[in-house]
């Protein structure tokens, strides 16, 4: 395993869309934050049922196959290590880079048939797995200085509302 790769935080992102046809506007937005050397696309799969039912899928990854390999084989040692310990770490690591070089990396077939099953007619969804290279530095710091992540998450115009109403509630119920 190289020791010298270092991977940004991943972020896995499952967008639905109202439309089977894939919005511009959200693909060029992408793609700035790509070309600008934001993010980069671990692996992303496109799915839209049109309005009689058919399929288009569409895959990008911006990894090119050694790097989907040795990414393989991270991810399966760490998945392993966090299962079995060591022995599981490279069991892990094993399965991993086979799985990876036999093209079995993201999303298999039988993911992309449940998703389209699930998926109403007229719709899309994005199942997009991100790297934020902008955090790499960040990454590296929090690590050499002990650093712990406790939380995360998004803070959304939605979350600030729902946490509104919470706090009117809470609010509420103590001046009864």
Do not use: C
């Not at 989907?68 to 399965?95: D, Q, R, S």
């Not at 699930?118 to 200085?145: C, M, V, Y």
């Amino acid at each position: 395993m190289a020791s010298n790769v270092v991977y940004g935080p991943l972020q896995l992102l499952v967008i639905g869309f109202g439309q089977a046809a894939l919005p511009l506007d959200f693909v060029n937005q992408l793609r700035r934050l790509r070309d600008d050397g934001i993010v980069r696309l671990v692996d992303a799969v496109y799915v839209a049922k049109d309005e009689h039912g058919g399929l288009t899928q569409i895959h990008a990854t911006d990894f090119n196959q050694e790097e989907i390999v040795v990414f393989g084989l991270l991810a399966g040692a760490l998945f392993g290590y966090g299962a079995a310990g060591e022995e599981g770490a490279m069991l892990g690591a094993v399965a991993g880079g086979l799985a990876a070089e036999g093209g079995e990396f993201g999303l298999d077939s039988d993911d992309m048939d449940e998703i389209a099953d699930r998926i109403p007619r007229g719709s899309a969804a994005a199942f997009i797995l991100l790297e934020h290279l902008w955090a790499i530095g960040l990454k590296d710091s929090l690590r050499d200085t002990h650093g712990v992540v406790i939380a995360h998450g998004w803070l959304t115009p939605a979350t600030l509302i729902a946490m509104g109403q919470e706090a009117a509630a809470e609010a509420e119920i103590d001046n009864r």
